[in-house]
């Protein structure tokens, strides 16, 4: 069983910059792990994955170039560093692991193969 705890998230204005952590009990080393964001009244997306091995990336199109997803297999924790955050990044984040058949980038972000969820941390950036 694996147990996903998130951390980091807070409040900040727009340009600024947050570090979200993703402390995994239980062997994730083979899993891809992943962030979601939710926005009040939206459907979940799929923000940025990373896989097990760390060498595969898939960000959705507005994280890429501010967002980055990285991962410390010793720490057994997933990072997702966030800069120049804009007011629509505003929602609830949650982070996912799982071991995934299609790694196709739409299936990788698409959230529906995860096998495990976090209980999510509030990101809210001011204009």
């Known amino acids: 069983q694996v147990h996903l705890m998130e951390s980091g998230g807070g409040s900040v204005q727009a340009g600024g910059s947050l570090r979200l952590s993703c402390a995994a009990s239980?062997?994730?080393?083979?899993?891809?792990m992943a962030w979601f964001r939710q926005h009040p009244g939206k459907e979940r997306e799929g923000v940025a994955a990373i896989s097990g091995g760390g060498t595969i990336q898939y960000y959705t199109d507005s994280a890429k170039g501010r967002f980055t997803i990285s991962r410390d297999k010793a720490k057994n924790t997933v990072y997702l560093q966030m800069d120049s955050l804009k007011p629509e990044d505003t929602g609830v984040y949650s982070c996912a692991a799982g071991f995934l058949s299609n790694w196709s980038e739409s299936s990788v972000l698409g959230g529906d193969e995860y096998q495990y969820w976090g209980q999510g941390t509030q990101v809210t950036v001011s204009s």
């Open positions: 239980g062997d994730t080393s083979t899993f891809w």
